[in-house]
Protein backbone atom coordinates (compact mmCIF):
# COMPACT_ATOMS: atom_id res chain seq x y z
CA UNK A 1 0.00 0.00 0.00
CA UNK A 2 1.14 3.63 -0.74
CA UNK A 3 -0.82 7.23 0.50
CA UNK A 4 -0.22 9.75 -1.65
CA UNK A 5 -0.40 13.51 -0.63
CA UNK A 6 -0.49 16.42 -3.18
CA UNK A 7 0.12 20.02 -1.98
CA UNK A 8 1.45 23.03 -4.03
CA UNK A 9 -2.31 24.23 -5.38
CA UNK A 10 -2.85 27.76 -5.66
CA UNK A 11 -4.33 30.16 -7.88
CA UNK A 12 -2.14 32.14 -10.40
CA UNK A 13 -2.30 34.37 -13.17
CA UNK A 14 -2.11 32.94 -16.82
CA UNK A 15 1.22 32.88 -18.30
CA UNK A 16 2.18 31.91 -14.68
CA UNK A 17 3.89 28.90 -13.18
CA UNK A 18 3.07 26.33 -10.44
CA UNK A 19 4.77 23.23 -8.98
CA UNK A 20 2.99 20.46 -7.47
CA UNK A 21 4.47 18.26 -5.12
CA UNK A 22 3.07 13.98 -4.25
CA UNK A 23 4.52 12.58 -1.42
CA UNK A 24 4.29 9.21 -1.04
CA UNK A 25 4.29 6.70 2.23
CA UNK A 26 5.42 3.64 2.09
CA UNK A 27 7.79 1.47 1.48
CA UNK A 28 9.27 0.93 -2.42
CA UNK A 29 8.11 4.03 -3.64
CA UNK A 30 11.20 3.98 -6.69
CA UNK A 31 9.17 0.33 -7.60
CA UNK A 32 5.96 2.96 -8.95
CA UNK A 33 4.74 4.34 -11.97
CA UNK A 34 3.70 7.80 -10.66
CA UNK A 35 1.16 9.75 -12.83
CA UNK A 36 -0.69 12.58 -12.89
CA UNK A 37 -4.58 13.72 -13.83
CA UNK A 38 -6.76 16.60 -13.40
CA UNK A 39 -10.69 16.79 -13.09
CA UNK A 40 -12.48 20.50 -13.74
CA UNK A 41 -15.94 20.81 -12.75
CA UNK A 42 -18.22 19.24 -14.90
CA UNK A 43 -15.66 16.84 -16.71
CA UNK A 44 -14.43 13.69 -16.26
CA UNK A 45 -10.84 13.26 -14.63
CA UNK A 46 -7.88 13.28 -17.62
CA UNK A 47 -4.74 12.23 -18.00
CA UNK A 48 -1.93 14.83 -17.68
CA UNK A 49 1.10 12.83 -17.77
CA UNK A 50 3.14 9.74 -16.20
CA UNK A 51 6.48 8.58 -15.34
CA UNK A 52 7.49 5.36 -15.10
CA UNK A 53 9.85 3.50 -12.69
CA UNK A 54 12.98 4.23 -14.45
CA UNK A 55 12.18 8.06 -15.10
CA UNK A 56 10.57 8.27 -18.91
CA UNK A 57 7.63 10.82 -19.17
CA UNK A 58 4.78 10.84 -21.47
CA UNK A 59 2.35 13.59 -21.23
CA UNK A 60 -1.01 14.39 -22.40
CA UNK A 61 -0.82 16.93 -26.04
CA UNK A 62 -2.44 19.57 -24.14
CA UNK A 63 0.16 19.87 -21.73
CA UNK A 64 3.11 19.20 -23.88
CA UNK A 65 6.06 21.47 -23.85
CA UNK A 66 4.26 23.53 -20.89
CA UNK A 67 4.38 20.66 -17.90
CA UNK A 68 7.34 18.59 -16.93
CA UNK A 69 6.80 15.58 -14.15
CA UNK A 70 10.32 14.44 -11.99
CA UNK A 71 10.72 12.21 -9.52
CA UNK A 72 13.12 11.91 -6.48
CA UNK A 73 13.14 8.72 -5.11
CA UNK A 74 15.12 9.74 -1.86
CA UNK A 75 12.41 11.82 -1.10
CA UNK A 76 9.34 9.65 -1.96
CA UNK A 77 8.69 12.12 -3.87
CA UNK A 78 7.04 13.32 -7.53
CA UNK A 79 7.11 16.43 -9.05
CA UNK A 80 4.92 18.34 -11.92
CA UNK A 81 6.15 21.64 -13.29
CA UNK A 82 3.69 23.72 -14.86
CA UNK A 83 4.79 26.66 -16.79
CA UNK A 84 2.94 28.96 -19.42
CA UNK A 85 -0.49 28.06 -17.18
CA UNK A 86 -3.57 28.86 -19.03
CA UNK A 87 -7.08 29.32 -17.68
CA UNK A 88 -8.21 25.67 -19.03
CA UNK A 89 -5.37 24.11 -16.77
CA UNK A 90 -7.92 24.96 -13.90
CA UNK A 91 -8.77 21.64 -12.38
CA UNK A 92 -7.94 19.73 -9.06
CA UNK A 93 -5.05 17.65 -9.85
CA UNK A 94 -4.40 14.44 -8.26
CA UNK A 95 -1.48 11.90 -8.30
CA UNK A 96 -1.41 8.33 -8.59
CA UNK A 97 0.29 5.49 -8.05
CA UNK A 98 0.43 2.16 -10.08
CA UNK A 99 2.96 -1.00 -9.58
CA UNK A 100 3.79 -2.31 -12.64
CA UNK A 101 6.26 -4.38 -14.25
CA UNK A 102 9.54 -2.70 -16.33
CA UNK A 103 9.05 0.50 -17.30
CA UNK A 104 5.65 0.42 -18.74
CA UNK A 105 3.75 3.56 -19.43
CA UNK A 106 0.46 3.96 -17.62
CA UNK A 107 -2.17 6.54 -19.10
CA UNK A 108 -5.32 4.87 -17.86
CA UNK A 109 -6.64 5.98 -14.65
CA UNK A 110 -8.56 2.55 -14.09
CA UNK A 111 -4.67 1.20 -14.33
CA UNK A 112 -4.17 3.14 -11.11
CA UNK A 113 -5.20 1.64 -7.87
CA UNK A 114 -3.21 4.64 -5.68
CA UNK A 115 -5.00 8.28 -5.31
CA UNK A 116 -4.16 11.06 -3.67
CA UNK A 117 -6.79 13.61 -2.43
CA UNK A 118 -5.95 16.45 -5.21
CA UNK A 119 -5.29 19.83 -4.37
CA UNK A 120 -6.61 22.71 -6.66
CA UNK A 121 -5.14 25.06 -9.27
CA UNK A 122 -6.90 28.23 -10.70
CA UNK A 123 -5.84 30.07 -13.07
CA UNK A 124 -7.17 33.50 -14.02
CA UNK A 125 -7.56 35.02 -17.11
Known amino acids: QVQLVESGGGLVQAGGSLRLSCAAS????????MGWFRQAPGKEREFVGTITKSGDTYYADSVKGRFTISRDNAKNTVYLQMNSLKPEDTAVYYC???????????????????WGQGTQVTVSS
Open 26 to 33: GPTFSSYA
Open 96 to 114: AAASVPGSVVVTTKGDYPY
